[in-house]
């Protein structure tokens, strides 16, 4: 696998895999969950040479998309893998891995006998803290309040993180920061967007 080839095949390896065996090297890793068709990745892998990205997406003709788009470009801080983002966490990652986990826009799973499809139940959150670096963060963006305000209660009540802004634990995405597909749509259509961010607590 050459450097800037944007696809990661894991059966290369041996698992768990590290930040050498993607990257060659070990700066701080971003990773993020549910990329969708990758522009917010490409354009923060651009942007910022100082850091390693990685994205995850379990729908092929997403993940291809971004492949492709990567392609192009030649990045050697970008790489992309086509799997769950749960079965990622528990079983091909090493502990304390990344620096900070991105989640733009997961799937809020709005109708009531769908909730336990929802991502951050108390499984998920611990597979994150395990592979957060001791001072890691989870950044979540979405533009459902109901969402929101479930995620910040499943992160308190899991003991493994602290939320970084203060009660309710959540604010409104700031303007200007690099933005996703869908928070453009969002924004167009002036609905709020609300980000949360959590610390990870030492283990």
């Not at 733009?104 to 994150?128: A, G, Y």
Request: proline residues 5%; glycine residues 4%.
């Amino acid at each position: 696998m050459k450097l800037t080839d944007p696809a990661v095949d894991i059966s290369l390896f041996s698992l768990p895999i590290g930040k050498k065996d993607i990257f060659c090297d070990e700066k701080p890793l971003v990773l993020e969950i549910g990329f969708g068709e990758g522009e917010f990745l490409i354009n923060a892998a651009q942007c910022d040479a100082s850091r390693n990205y990685l994205g995850l997406e379990v729908k092929r003709g997403r993940f291809r998309k971004a492949v492709r788009a990567a392609e192009k470009l030649s990045l050697e801080n970008l790489k992309f893998l086509h799997i769950e983002a749960e079965i990622a966490l528990k079983q091909v990652f090493r502990e304390k891995m990344f620096d900070l986990v991105l989640v733009n826009f997961p799937d809020p799973w709005p109708k009531k006998r769908h909730l336990k499809h929802r991502m951050f139940n108390r499984e998920f959150i611990s597979c994150l803290a395990k592979v957060l670096t001791r001072s890691g963060r989870t950044v979540i963006k979405t533009d459902q309040l109901s969402y929101i305000e479930q995620i910040v209660s499943e992160f308190k009540r899991s003991r493994l993180f602290h939320p970084e802004h203060p009660p309710p634990g959540f604010v409104e995405a700031r303007r200007g920061e690099t933005e996703t597909k869908f928070e453009k749509h969002f924004r167009e259509a002036s609905q709020e967007i609300f980000s949360a961010v959590f610390l990870n607590l030492p283990q």
